[in-house]
């Protein structure tokens, strides 16, 4: 991955792109909330394709923003760097927070984008919630911190191959770039309101949707409902929890690479 800073419509992003196999086009990943580039490297080394990501404003190696930002701002952000980088299609995946992302830059892009890839995500803000207290956890960012706190609730939040393997969480932090609390809530606050419920029917790219089978966080049901709702989607369902891209980084990436040939 090289990754570097870009001026952007101005604004400053930290930039990474994956070389790779050219017969087909770069795969621009939207990701997690708080998750800087190197939390989805092992997945794109799995995956041996072209590929762009980048640290939305205030999170990693990206400056915070002054203003606060939506969904459609960021879609908009991430067509100009496409432009950029030369690009003028390509195929889109979007993870947890960055599904919704991925959601807006398939309908508001609908040109550029080829073939979405949903993972581990929902339709927004009118989505089947996951537990009280897991969403309680997810609303501080003290995790991304605190090491020993992550430990103690990696399973809790995420299920899965972290609820049965608890030390995978300090191969998790390790890829960690914090930056600001600030920047974490302005994410938050972009989700606040926003859902895809609306125009999903409108969607034309071939979708893959893609849920954990224990996902405390965003449960199977939201997975299922934008399988339903997209006209051209299709679900697959993993026995992991919501970190699947990672903690089964190979079989996720020979799903996704399978779907986008």
Known sequence: MQIGLREVANRTLRVGVRPGNASR???LLFNGIGANIELVEPFVDALDARAIVFDVPG???SPVPALPYRPWMLARLS?????QLGHDQVDVLGVSWGGALAQQFAFQHASRCRRLVLAATSPGHLMVPGKLGVLA???SPRRYKDAEYMYRVAGDIYGGALRRSPELAREHLRHVRWSSDYGYYLQLLAGVGWTSLPWLSLLRQPTLVMAGSDDPLVPLINARILATLIPHARLVTLDDGHLFLVTSAA???RLVSEFLD
């Open 25 to 27: 086009p770069p795969l």
């Open 137 to 139: 956890k997810m609303a």
């Open 59 to 61: 999170v990693g190696g």
């Open 79 to 83: 067509a100009e760097l496409l432009d």
């Open 251 to 253: 079989k996720s990436a």
